[in-house]
């Protein structure tokens, strides 16, 4: 992100019963210990709500994983989540919009491997895929509005990588750091930029596009988001 006037700081704060590490405090815990219980009580009701959408059949809940990201970072690396998670994943995202990128995993790999072969910069092959294309030519943009859900599953789930993309920085904090001479230059100091300072201007987030790269909404500076993951149903 060094190519950005104001970097945002990189952030993820997540909460999940999936275990990660040793030192992990897992609230509800995961796959078939998972507890619903012990839940709270919002997020049991939107667990409740997905099981009664009409044309779905799922299984036991097998994780949920709650996301919080700020200061205007809402990248997320392409990944297939866990196969104990089960077959059904669904995101919630809260509060803010959010454009989920779906990326052939065949095809994700093999631009990995060019990349690699060609030795190109990370830098600007981060920036060519925020700011004029995507991970690969073959990718679908799923736009999530605040409170809307997204159900993977099937090849969606197993074939497909999903994720988000950096997104790009507003015109005018670029326009405002090459005026000041900050080409280049970091990010203000505190965790969304800082408050602003002589010759600095807070900073502003950044804008993301959904299906092609001119159809900019945004800036977000922060989102929740809870994934929902449903095994098959048990007479499968």
């Not at 609230?27 to 044309?55: F, H, M, Q, V």
């Not at 190109?120 to 799923?142: C, F, M, P």
Request: a neutral charge; hydrophobic letters at 35%.
């Amino acid at each position: 992100m060094s190519y950005m006037s104001r970097p945002p700081p990189v952030n993820m704060l997540r909460v999940t019963g999936r275990p990660e590490h040793t030192q992990q405090r897992r609230p509800w815990g995961y796959g078939d210990e998972l507890d619903e219980s012990t839940l709270p009580p919002a997020i049991k009701a939107a667990a409740d709500r997905i099981r009664s959408l009409p044309g779905l059949r799922l299984g036991r809940l097998r994780d949920v994983t709650v996301n919080y990201r700020h200061s205007g970072f809402l990248r997320l690396d392409p990944h297939v989540d866990p196969a104990a998670d089960g077959e059904n994943v669904f995101i919630l995202s809260v509060d803010s919009p959010a454009v989920l990128t779906l990326s052939p995993v065949n095809w994700y790999r093999l631009t990995r491997w060019l990349a690699m072969l060609a030795f190109v910069d990370e830098r600007d092959q981060i920036r060519r895929e925020s700011e004029a294309g995507s991970w690969t030519s073959y990718d679908l943009d799923v736009l999530i509005p605040p409170g809307g859900l997204a159900h993977l599953s099937g090849d969606a789930r197993w074939k497909w990588h999903h994720g988000t993309r950096l997104g790009v920085e507003p015109p005018t904090a670029a326009r405002a750091a090459a005026r000041s001479g900050e080409g280049g230059g970091g990010a203000s100091s505190g965790s969304g930029g800082g408050a602003a300072t002589a010759g600095r201007r807070r900073f502003e987030g950044l804008m993301h596009w959904f299906g092609r790269p001119d159809a900019l909404f945004g800036p977000t500076l922060e989102r929740h988001s809870v994934v929902f993951a449903f095994g098959e149903p048990e007479d499968e």
